[in-house]
Structure formats: structure tokens, C-alpha cells
């Protein structure tokens, strides 16, 4: 079962997101081979983290629970929330396979919350330019809740533009950056 999570900042977190920064990445290091994509959210000015995205497979929502809430940012009051869904993986592919690379462009997690019919369950245009792309569901997978995207985008208008924008309560676009040890 793949699973989208989302930690966001508390305000004032930096410090103890730097001092934990090996911490997170050992506990990451855990997960390697069950992660689908992962790296910080950022503020505009492009070095500030905002929070932590992780995709991940995992046997269950328990594991997924204990993955999201076990970390050691949130463990530590970094985080001031944590937002975690079933997650499908419509790429069938790692953010470590995208032919667009680590490094080039601009690049966005956008996140639309809804809920009832399901929306944009199918890959909008453009897929060389999505990252990770996939519906957001309920544990047990019988309800849709909205959908995530990484995106390669020239701005955050074009990266919100793959979600079909009357479909959703909200669509959030973040900064985002490829994680993990370089």
C-alpha cells in the first residue's frame, strides 16, 4: 500500500529541523527501498524548509501511521501537523526515475483536498513533467480525499494548472525540492 505524507512546519522549527537533519535522514535511510519520493517543501525564498514529503510503501496504515509519527522531527515537536493519506501511484515510478533529473527547473508539490467523485484520476498532459502523480484516498482505500502531484513546472500557476481546479475545497502548491543524501 502506498501512502502520501506531509509534515508541515511549526513556525520557528529551523533550528531543530538542523539539528535533527542526520537523525531524519538515518530514520529515512530505514525506509530506502520503500520510498517512492521524497524531500522539503520551501519558502519562497527558496532556502527555508516549510515541511517534509514522503511517499512511501508500506504493508498497512498502521506502518504508515508509525512511519509518519515515529520520525524524529515530529517526535520532537518540529512539526506542527501531519497530513497522511493512501496514496496511488499513477506513475508506477519512483521521483528517482524521472527523465527530467534531480536539478533542472522549478518543481512543486501541489496537493488538492476534496472529497466525493473522484477527480483527475487519470494522468493530465504532460507527463514528462510529473514527478510523482497519484490520487489521495481513505485507509482503506474506498473513499477519494483529493490528489498529489511533484511537479516540474516555470511557475506555481503552471504546476497548480495539472488539477482540475473546481474538483477540489483547496489546491496548495509548495515550493519542493528532490530529498535525501545527495
Not at 510529473?130 to 502531484?149: E, M, N, Q, R, V
Request: hydrophobic residues 40%.
Amino acid at each position: 500500500m502506498e501512502f502520501f505524507c506531509y509534515h508541515r512546519d511549526r513556525t520557528g522549527s529551523l533550528p531543530l529541523r538542523e539539528e535533527l537533519v542526520e537523525a531524519h535522514w538515518s530514520y529515512m535511510d530505514r525506509y530506502a527501498k520503500e520510498l517512492i519520493a521524497r524531500g522539503p517543501t520551501m519558502a519562497d525564498d527558496g532556502e527555508t524548509p516549510t515541511g517534509s514529503v514522503h511517499v512511501v510503501d508500506l504493508p498497512d496504515p498502521a506502518a504508515a501511521r508509525a512511519f509518519a509519527f515515529d520520525e524524529p522531527n515530529y517526535q520532537a515537536g518540529a512539526y506542527r501537523d501531519v497530513l497522511l493519506r493512501r496514496w496511488r501511484n499513477t506513475l508506477g515510478r519512483t521521483m528517482w526515475d524521472f527523465p527530467g533529473g534531480r536539478e533542472a527547473g522549478n518543481r512543486y508539490l501541489v496537493l488538492g483536498l476534496g472529497a466525493g467523485e473522484p477527480a483527475d484520476l487519470a494522468l493530465p498532459p504532460g507527463e514528462d513533467t510529473l514527478i510523482a502523480y497519484g490520487p489521495l484516498s481513505s485507509d482503506d482505500g474506498t473513499a477519494w480525499l483529493g490528489t498529489a502531484a511533484l511537479v516540474l513546472a516555470p511557475d506555481a500557476d503552471t504546476a497548480r494548472a495539472v488539477l482540475t481546479a473546481d474538483r477540489y475545497a483547496d489546491i496548495e502548491v509548495h515550493n519542493w525540492q528532490f530529498g535525501g543524501r545527495s
